[in-house]
């Protein structure tokens, strides 16, 4: 299917475990973006992705872990999940910083316990 | 702190009325304004987006206003339907960086 998808939909872990939640993406676009959505806070950058190999950190990173071995694919891992950690998590991607807006993943729920 | 800030936090508006949703920002950086609309459960989608060459976007019954020099935007929603009750967020970009409003709660009441 053509588009970007996100798994696991729900997530309970407990505190301090590792997790990672994927992000699959299949237009090739050259940008990935991770995002916490928070009440109150709305859309928070966590890291971002200019290409394969290449990450960078946005404005919420501490106790986040990202890699890009391939265009298609974005995980994002929590080394040791906090409950501060509990959030919706989107994932997004772009042809172009800037360029036509942002096409985003369906999220993915995380409960640390 | 917040770069944009949006405002109101939630409105609920009347079936056929006008939904009015502000944005400002501080960053004259920016030069992206795009507006997403999200549903529950679901992940934001790009509704309207403007640059700041023009002061005005309408696409159906959605409407940016855009005053640069105010460095403030609007969305403006006519003839409101039940189906456009979602949380809108507005967002701004500039220097490959993309900041998002606190989103607003819209509820259209048949």
């Known amino acids: 299917d053509a588009g970007i998808t996100q798994s696991p939909r729900y997530k309970i872990t407990e505190t301090g475990r590792q997790v990672t939640l994927m992000c699959h993406q299949t237009w090739s676009h050259s940008y990935m973006f991770w995002y916490r959505q928070d009440l109150g806070h709305g859309l928070r950058l966590i890291y971002y992705?200019?290409?394969?190999?290449?990450?960078d950190k946005g404005e919420v990173p501490d106790g986040y872990v990202v890699s890009r071995s391939k265009t298609e694919n974005f995980p994002l891992t929590l080394e040791s999940a906090t409950r501060s950690q509990t959030s919706v998590y989107f994932c997004?991607?772009?042809?172009?910083?800037?360029?036509?807006?942002?096409?985003f993943g369906s999220g993915t729920r995380l409960t640390v316990v | 702190q917040q770069q944009v800030k949006q405002s109101p936090q939630s409105l609920i508006v009347q079936k056929g009325g006008i939904s009015i949703i502000n944005c400002a920002y501080e960053?004259?950086?920016?030069?992206?304004f795009p507006w997403y609309q999200q549903f529950p459960g679901k992940g934001p989608a790009l509704l309207i987006a403007i640059r700041p060459d023009v002061s005005e976007k309408k696409e159906g019954r959605f409407t940016i206003s855009f005053n640069k020099s105010a460095k403030q935007f609007s969305l403006h929603i006519m003839d409101s339907q039940p189906g456009d009750s979602a949380t809108y967020f507005c967002?701004?970009?500039?220097?490959?960086?993309?900041?998002f409003g606190a989103g607003t709660r819209l509820t259209v009441k048949p």
């Open positions: 967002a701004a970009w500039g220097n490959n960086d993309m900041r």
């Open positions: 992705s200019a290409a394969a190999d290449i990450t």
């Open positions: 960053n004259t950086a920016f030069d992206y």
């Open positions: 997004a991607s772009s042809p172009g910083q800037g360029v036509g807006g942002y096409t």
